[in-house]
């Protein structure tokens, strides 16, 4: 007998439904935010970076 699937739940259900505190959801938010804020200053330094080393390579042809 195939077992039923798993429905996941949204954190915005879990958290209307109380099943989980305010704190997880805003510990959960801060977190993701920091993550975010990391990733985009390491794509952005790639970046950066990158161009950096292409001027620098343009400069030396010269």
């Known amino acids: 007998m195939p077992q039923p699937a798993l429905r996941r739940q949204s954190l915005r259900e ?22 975010i804020f990391f990733l985009l200053a390491v794509v952005v330094g790639v970046f950066m970076g990158s161009l950096r080393s292409l001027a620098l390579r343009r400069a030396s042809r010269r």
């Open 14 to 35: 879990a958290y209307f439904t109380q099943q989980i505190r305010e704190s997880v959801v805003r510990l959960v938010f801060g977190v993701t935010t920091i993550i």
